[in-house]
């Protein structure tokens, strides 16, 4: 079953069961979907409904942290009840154990020529959308620190 239809029938659950939060969240996400279809002049593949939920829960996350900053924990809290409803139709994450064995692996091709933009992207197309981008930078970051010395 693809995303788009795992969603539509989730949706319809949500919708017997009145269970408005996930009810919204999910029209919202089949919104996202159909914009991105448009965009695309075609049917989406998973590939990229992932990247479309990805952006999604990014937005939540950032509301999140803005949110938090902003003294505004009712929002705050809202937002995280959206992005756990999307996280749920998202692949499980890389551990930063399993990025950081990748970038060093990565480090180590490149030798002495350690230019953050190519290590980053030889990175992010071996985890795809297994991994968090921030997490990827934040390691690459600090290895190639370690690299310099």
Same mark, same amino acid.
């Given at each position: 079953m693809s995303i788009s239809e795992n969603i539509d029938t989730d949706l319809k659950q949500a919708l017997k069961n009145k269970e408005e939060l996930k009810l919204s969240v999910l029209?919202?996400?089949?919104?996202?979907?159909k914009n991105a279809e448009i965009a695309a002049k075609g049917i989406l593949s998973d590939e990229d409904a992932m990247?479309?939920?990805?952006?999604?829960?990014?937005?939540?996350?950032?509301a999140i942290e803005q949110f938090t900053k902003g003294d505004r924990s009712?929002?705050?809290?809202?937002?995280? +009840?959206?992005?756990?409803?999307?996280?749920?139709? #998202?692949? %499980?994450?890389?551990g930063e154990d399993e990025i950081r064995k990748i970038v060093q692996a990565k480090i180590d091709e490149a030798g002495n020529d350690l230019n953050f933009g190519k290590i980053m992207g030889t990175v992010m197309k071996d985890?795809?959308?297994? +991994?968090?981008?921030?997490?990827?930078?934040?390691? #690459?970051? %600090?290895e190639i620190e370690k690299k310099n010395g």
């Open positions: 029209r919202m996400l089949k919104t996202a979907l990247k479309v939920l990805n952006t999604q829960a990014k937005q939540r996350k950032d009712d929002l705050a809290d809202k937002e995280k +009840a959206e992005l756990e409803i999307i996280e749920a139709y #998202l692949p %499980e994450k890389m985890v795809g959308q297994g +991994a968090d981008g921030q997490l990827v930078r934040t390691v #690459l970051t %600090e």
